[in-house]
């Protein structure tokens, strides 16, 4: 069984603080990550997507990348109280045929003013 | 606006009965996926399909069924077979199964 795993939280990080949001995953194959957003209440929302080893930024957020080491992480820097979210990380599958992506549990992040 | 609709938002099921959840997309998007959530829980896979006229069960399809005959169109039935069926019920689409998914905004499904 493939698996992506996250730690559950609550993570907790001042205002204006960077955040550091991790994620584990299994198959080696995997080529691609994506990071999503959800809000209490509200549908998950693509925030990031990263494919190769190495740093990825859009504006405070920046994901990274480590194939070796088989993890991937997002920084949120500056943050503020609008980042309180759960955080899921996405990848698909390397070579299996059965092509569907495998989510993580998410990490629940509060930023405290 | 191009994306994924969701029908309806808030849904009452009585015992003993079967209800329909829509979902439709205008992405042009060949795979379709249902998942089910829990409060404070992740997201679990009910079905997905890949391609019109063909589906696959996921991690937790007992008591649900679904159809494709549509590449727009992949509603989710929840039958009286499902025994606890109370939860945040999402549908997504991609290009292809590698691809990101994109979420419509979900329907909450509750017993009467």
């Known amino acids: 069984q493939k698996e992506v795993e996250q730690n559950s939280g609550p993570l907790s990080v001042p205002e204006g603080a960077i955040a550091s949001l991790n994620c584990t995953y299994s198959?080696?194959?995997?080529?691609?990550f994506f990071w999503y957003r959800q809000y209490s209440g509200k549908s998950p929302e693509l925030i990031m997507s990263?494919?190769?080893?190495g740093d990825k930024e859009d504006g405070r957020f920046t994901a990274q990348l480590n194939k070796a080491s088989q993890y991937v992480s997002l920084l949120i820097r500056d943050s503020q109280p609008s980042d309180s979210a759960t955080y899921l990380c996405?990848?698909?599958?390397?070579?299996?045929?059965?092509?569907?992506?495998?989510f993580g549990s998410g990490t629940r992040l509060s930023i405290r003013p | 606006d191009g994306g994924i609709t969701q029908s309806p938002k808030y849904l009452f099921r009585k015992e003993g009965q079967n209800v329909t959840l829509s979902c439709e997309q205008n992405?042009?998007?060949?795979?379709m996926y249902w998942y089910r959530q829990d409060p404070g829980q992740g997201l679990r896979l009910i079905y997905y399909?890949?391609?019109?006229?063909?589906?696959q069960k996921g991690d937790i399809a007992e008591g649900y069924s679904v159809s494709r005959e549509k590449k727009e169109s992949f509603p989710l039935t929840v039958t009286s077979a499902q025994k606890n069926p109370t939860a945040f019920y999402l549908c997504?689409?991609?290009?292809?199964?590698?691809?990101?998914?994109?979420f419509g905004d979900g329907t909450r499904l509750s017993i009467l």
């Open positions: 997504a689409s991609s290009g292809t199964g590698r691809q990101p998914q994109h």
């Open positions: 198959d080696r194959g995997s080529q691609s």
């Open positions: 990263i494919y190769s080893n």
């Open positions: 996405a990848a698909p599958p390397g070579y299996s045929s059965a092509s569907k992506i495998i």
């Open positions: 992405l042009n998007h060949d795979a």
């Open positions: 399909s890949q391609i019109v006229n063909d589906f």
